[in-house]
């Protein structure tokens, strides 16, 4: 069974802080998703990593892989009441269904 | 593109009532769809994946009589609780993916399940 560590679990900061969350694995996967979901509604995609090493950027969020494609790890930069959320680290390897990590609630205090 | 719309978005029954909802891909045709429950504050936990036209492959310790799921067409998954009872108060979502592959996941908004 493929596990995905999330931490931390739970985050409160101030805004302007800068935050990183990790997602950590002893599996490889093919690729890894990072989703943000709010109260009430499905899980939205911000990124997919597939190459180890490889970094992207969504403005404020920099996401990286791991070298061994076993842990990523997303980092915002002055972070804003607008990031509130739930971040979801999901993993896939080969034809597998994605596997969800527990997630970090996270609370920016304006 | 690749919008998942879940009907209904909130139910509440009365306990030992069934419950259908229904997933269904509004621009693309989705090959396979999955079934993941979240309780609160919780992260989300495959329940099952189904093919167009095949029986769903059901996740280890998810009753498959309990939770039935028929993908009957390429644009349409439901999902019925059957004789559902408070504890199966969760929500509820789907996602469709083009591929039986390793394709991208497209989820739903989610449904939010309250049984008394």
């Known amino acids: 069974t493929q596990l995905l560590e999330q931490s931390p679990q739970f985050l409160s900061i101030q805004e302007g802080e800068n935050l990183t969350v990790y997602c950590n694995s002893s599996?490889?996967?093919?690729?890894l998703q990072w989703y943000r979901q709010e109260p009430g509604e499905g899980p939205v995609l911000l990124v997919t990593?597939?190459?180890?090493?490889e970094v992207k950027k969504l403005k404020r969020l920099t996401f990286q892989f791991g070298d061994a494609r076993k842990d990523s790890s997303l980092h915002i930069t002055a972070a804003q009441p607008g990031d509130t959320g739930l971040y979801l680290c999901?993993?896939?390897?080969?034809?597998?269904?994605?596997?969800f990590g527990k997630g970090t609630r996270l609370s920016v205090i304006a | 593109g690749a919008v998942v719309s879940q009907h209904p978005s909130r139910v509440i029954c009365k306990s030992g009532t069934s419950v259908k909802i229904e997933c269904r891909s509004l621009?693309?045709?989705?090959?396979?769809m999955f079934w993941y429950r979240q309780f609160p504050k919780q992260s989300l936990m495959l329940m099952a994946t189904?093919?167009?036209?095949?029986?769903?492959?059901?996740e280890q310790g998810v009753e498959k009589d309990k939770f039935l799921i028929n993908h009957a067409s390429l644009t349409l998954s439901t999902l019925t609780v059957t004789s559902a009872h408070p504890e199966d108060s969760s929500f509820y979502i789907c996602?469709?993916?083009?591929?039986?592959?390793?394709?991208?996941?497209?989820f739903g908004p989610g449904t939010r399940l309250t049984v008394l």
């Open positions: 189904s093919n167009e036209g095949s029986k769903a492959t059901y």
């Open positions: 621009d693309f045709q989705a090959t396979t």
């Open positions: 996602s469709a993916s083009r591929t039986s592959g390793p394709d991208t996941q497209y």
């Open positions: 999901a993993g896939r390897s080969g034809n597998t269904p994605l596997v």
């Open positions: 990593v597939v190459t180890g090493g």
């Open positions: 599996s490889v996967f093919s690729s």
